[in-house]
């Protein structure tokens, strides 16, 4: 019993001794420089869109939506799944310039979707000359719809919503990925 306690009791001398000698061998952080508020990275507020190629691969995109309020999904899709994605925002986009099927009181829904293909898909809700798209995604995650802006019909103004920005980043994914096919 004796020896176990001088044994404890040397291994305690030991150990303090590395800590001793650690303590000394660590150098001081350099003091903290301001941050420039004009470097910091905000993330986006409000609904988003992301679309890619995935690098290494031959065909495939990532694509990750976003509600605006801390929600996302994301996804592993094919050539033909984005294509038949860009052909539904283009009709949702076409349909939403039209006057047809608009509410007068109350809004009127209509879902854009490709019959095979029920991973994504547009609605496109009308009161009388505003049409607001909504977004759906689902994938092996779960199911997310994000608005995506609106736009009114017969306006002089160029028109802006999330909607047509995820027609131009789609485009932009598959024409970066042409070099990969």
């Given at each position: 019993?004796?020896?176990?306690l001088?044994v404890?009791?040397?291994?305690?001398?030991?150990?303090?001794?590395?800590?001793?000698?650690?303590?000394?061998?660590?150098?001081?952080?350099?003091?903290?420089?301001?941050?420039?508020?004009?470097?910091?990275?905000t993330?986006?507020?409000?609904?988003?869109?992301?679309?890619?190629?995935?690098?290494?691969?031959?065909?495939?995109?990532?694509?990750?939506?976003?509600?605006?309020?801390?929600?996302?999904?994301?996804?592993?899709?094919?050539?033909?799944?984005?294509?038949?994605?860009?052909?539904?925002?283009?009709?949702?986009?076409?349909?939403?310039?039209?006057?047809?099927?608009?509410?007068?009181?109350?809004?009127?829904?209509t879902?854009?979707?490709?019959?095979?293909?029920?991973?994504?898909?547009?609605?496109?809700?009308?009161?009388?000359?505003?049409?607001?798209?909504?977004?759906?995604?689902?994938?092996?995650?779960?199911?997310?719809?994000?608005?995506?802006?609106?736009?009114?019909?017969?306006?002089?103004?160029?028109?802006?919503?999330?909607?047509l920005?995820?027609?131009?980043?789609?485009?932009?994914?598959?024409?970066?990925?042409?070099?990969?096919?």
């Open positions: 019993m004796i020896a176990v001088g404890i009791s040397s291994l305690a001398a030991v150990v303090g001794r590395a800590q001793d000698k650690y303590q000394k061998s660590q150098k001081p952080l350099p003091p903290q420089q301001p941050i420039d508020p004009s470097k910091l990275i993330p986006p507020s409000g609904p988003s869109f992301y679309i890619s190629p995935i690098e290494g691969t031959k065909g495939m995109f990532s694509i990750l939506l976003g509600d605006g309020g801390g929600k996302t999904v994301a996804g592993s899709y094919s050539l033909q799944q984005v294509e038949i994605f860009e052909a539904v925002l283009e009709a949702a986009k076409a349909f939403a310039l039209t006057d047809e099927k608009v509410g007068s009181s109350s809004p009127i829904t879902r854009l979707m490709d019959q095979h293909e029920w991973s994504l898909f547009v609605d496109v809700s009308k009161l009388g000359k505003q049409s607001t798209f909504y977004i759906s995604l689902i994938t092996p995650q779960g199911k997310l719809t994000a608005v995506a802006g609106e736009i009114t019909r017969d306006s002089k103004k160029e028109h802006s919503a999330l909607l920005d995820v027609i131009g980043k789609v485009h932009e994914a598959k024409n970066a990925a042409k070099p990969l096919q």
